[in-house]
């Protein structure tokens, strides 16, 4: 081989063709890096569903005349609920409630219909379980677009009007059907692909240390670009290879829909594993042992799953939060999933985003080969 | 070849090596000794470029060892006590590794690579993986990989620690051919036996070094050889029965079992025969004598109980 490597990169073809041997040859890294991420893909994608439908309701109708019966039907056909009992007592109906056997308790008065007639104000209770509060939004708004749609078609036809005086109409964008994994999926690939990354990354060095040949390298002359490049470079391979499994699960497992540029798909995925992954290196050439590195990386990843905007909004997050939200790697990543993949959202669009993950990956990464030392202790 | 002026090491308030001066000549094998702990290790690591030292200089072919120290790095080999492989990787892989990160490539590897696997007779296991080997077969490995880029010197940390007596013969022989070829080696051991193969030891005690030459010149030592004794080596049967009986003797000045014989450090005026009667009257009528040297086991003893304050 004629072609010499520049002394800056000495080592780096080396520890290069050995990092991959070594991480196809062993089998519990290459499952930690891809079988966590699977499960979270698919666990997420099924289990985040916040559109909820045919919830439980028990009904306790005193009424008992086609009046009460229509209303009933006029819950079930909303799809949100289904009636799972009827009962004869109040007691009965806070008890299904209490029990967790219903969402959801509709109360009919015996007098319902009579007042209905007689152009009176009908009431009718609902009692609302609010200990999960996403299921009791949801009741709440169908119980009450139910009594308003009841109510619209009584006063219509009593002032002998065909249409609404005034009505919204509105269109959802990007997301029409608002179906939920379109809006978790892009996010669950952020929190999946960091698990993936920064636990291998994190114990690459490390694990050198406590078997000794960190030792043996630290006497030869690598150099410390040579080392941190030929360990990053194997893992950004196997990184990629998994980002493209979990965008395929996004598109046809999930049935997501890709608006824009699969190109610039790949190379957010890029970056943002390029950061990640200086990251699990940074913390590898700190920590002393494997068990140091692994709390490590629970440390710097744990907050990411709250603050990056992947379950809760950013915006609605308090100062502090949002300020550090903004030095997550995945915020950044999150938001240019749901724009390109949702929003169809052209470079120009989001060339910030990039550029912050670019900047950060590099900035990691020279941190990673300036700091580490060829010296031990 | 080495040289140490005042070479100290502190960890904290700890002094892991303090003042140690020696320097070792070019092809000679160096056994360095000294109990665990004692800072040997340390030592290694400083004059190999990984560790700094806190005061002192070391030198390898005239270049300073602290600081940058990539101009020493090529000339120098390195084996751990822990034989730094991977497992994961073939005994091939793992020469092969080491050869690339010293930059030996192409021909030049593959020609080099034949050679050690002849020195170390690794061919049956070449494409075993390095997790699989035993003990022995991994300190061969370890050897060759610390090999690779032909070092003119060649520190191995406790080499021959939980391996069989037939390997670590076995590297004995091709640490004499190693020197003879050239290279300088600079050894940690805790067997005796194997600083008698050195040709210059050092013993390193408490951080400090105690002492420092070829093992025949510290056998003159005066420490060693104290005024006015001979040392004698008595053969006999029951000699745990023959040491309580001559150790009481006046003039007997140190007394140790060595096998099937007995060692002592007696004043030069006396008389074998008071020897002899005192066997006999413990019984014991079958006995040899004969004047020996110091072994440098009883060099270290001298100088660690001098050392220490304690009796010669």
């Known amino acids: 081989m004629t072609f010499q490597m520049p002394k800056f990169l ?12 070594v991480i196809f040859r062993d089998r519990t890294t290459l499952f930690f890096m891809f079988f966590p991420p699977l499960l979270q893909i698919i666990a997420f994608g099924f289990a985040l569903d916040n559109d909820v439908k045919h919830m439980a309701i028990a009904v306790y109708d005193e009424d ?55 152009g009176q104000k009908a009431d009718v209770q609902v009692l609302i379980d609010g200990s999960n509060s996403t299921t009791a939004l949801q009741a709440l708004n169908t119980a009450q677009g139910v009594a308003f749609q009841q109510s619209v078609g009584i006063l219509l036809h009593v002032t002998n009007r065909r249409e609404l005086p005034v009505e919204v109409r509105p269109q959802v964008l990007y997301n029409p059907s608002m179906r939920a994994p379109n809006f978790f999926v892009p996010g669950v690939i952020g929190t999946a692909l960091q698990i993936a990354t920064v636990f291998a990354a994190a114990m690459s060095i ?28 194997p893992y950004l391979c196997v990184s990629m290879a998994m980002a493209m499994i979990l965008f395929l699960i996004l598109r046809w497992v999930f049935f997501v829909p890709i608006h824009g540029s699969i190109v610039m798909l790949v190379v957010a995925a890029f970056l943002y594993v390029f950061a990640l992954l200086s990251l699990g290196l940074l913390i590898s050439t700190r920590a002393q042992s494997q068990n140091e590195a692994l709390q490590m990386s629970m440390t710097v990843m744990l907050p990411s799953i709250f603050f990056s905007g992947f379950i809760f909004p950013r915006e609605t997050m308090p100062g502090i939060f949002y300020a550090f939200s903004t030095i997550l790697p995945a915020t950044y990543f999150i938001e240019l999933m749901r724009a390109i993949i949702l929003r169809g959202a052209s470079f120009l669009e989001f060339w910030r985003h990039l550029l912050i993950l670019a900047v950060m990956g590099g900035v990691l990464f020279s941190l990673c080969a300036l700091r580490f030392k060829r010296k031990i202790a | 070849m ?52 806190t005061e002192g200089v070391g030198r390898i072919a005239g270049q300073d060892v602290s600081g940058d120290t990539d101009a020493i790095k090529g000339s120098l080999g ?70 690779v880029h032909s070092p003119t010197v060649l520190f191995l940390d406790e080499p ?38 050195c ?37 006999c049967d029951h000699v745990t029965v023959g040491l309580r009986a001559v150790r009481k003797l006046d003039g007997v000045r140190a007394s140790t079992v060595f096998g099937q014989s007995m060692h002592f450090l007696v004043e030069e005026s006396m008389p ?28 270290f003893v001298a100088l660690t109980r001098q050392y220490a304050g304690g009796p010669a």
């Open chain 1, 64 to 118: 008992r005349t086609a009046d009460s019966r229509q209303l009933i039907d006029a819950f079930v056909n909303t799809q949100t609920f289904r009636v799972v009992k009827r009962v004869d007592s109040l007691a009965e109906l806070e008890s299904m409630v209490r029990r967790g056997k219903a969402y959801a308790g509709l109360e009919i008065p015996p007098d319902f219909s009579r007042k209905l007639h007689a």
């Open chain 1, 10 to 21: 000495r080592g780096f073809r080396a520890i290069l063709y050995k990092e991959f041997i």
């Open chain 2, 78 to 147: 390195y084996m751990s006590q822990r034989f730094s492989l991977y497992d994961e990787l073939t005994a091939n892989e793992n020469l092969q590794f080491y050869a690339r990160l010293y930059g030996v490539r192409g021909e030049a590897m593959k020609k080099r690579r034949d050679e050690l696997i002849a020195l170390t007779h690794l061919e049956p296991y070449i494409d075993r993986r390095a997790g699989q080997l035993s003990g022995g077969w991994k300190q061969r490995l370890a050897m060759a990989c610390a090999l």
């Open chain 2, 160 to 197: 021959t620690a939980g391996i069989d007596p037939v390997a670590r013969r076995e590297l004995w022989d091709l640490l004499f051919e190693l020197s003879s070829g050239g290279m300088t080696l600079f050894v940690t051991t805790h067997y005796m036996d194997e600083a008698e193969r």
């Open chain 2, 199 to 235: 040709t210059h030891v050092g013993y390193i005690y408490m951080s400090k070094l105690v002492v420092c030459g070829a093992p025949d010149d510290l056998k003159q030592l005066p420490a060693v050889n104290p005024p006015g004794t001979k040392r004698l080596d008595v053969t």
């Open chain 2, 272 to 299: 074998e025969q008071s020897i002899r009667d005192a066997l006999g009257n413990a019984g014991i009528h079958q006995v040899d004598i004969r004047p020996i040297g110091p072994s440098l086991e009883d060099v």
């Open chain 2, 2 to 53: 080495i040289q140490c002026e005042n070479l100290t090491k502190r960890f904290g308030d700890v002094t892991a090596v303090d003042r140690v001066t020696f320097s070792v000549a070019k092809q000679s094998i160096f056994g360095f000794l000294g109990p665990n702990g004692s800072g040997k290790s340390t030592v290694i690591r400083m004059l190999c470029g990984i560790l700094e030292p």
């Open chain 1, 206 to 233: 490390v694990r050198e240390r406590e078997r000794g040949t960190l030792e043996q390298l630290l006497v030869s002359p690598m150099s410390r670009w040579g080392l941190m490049l030929g360990k990053i470079v």
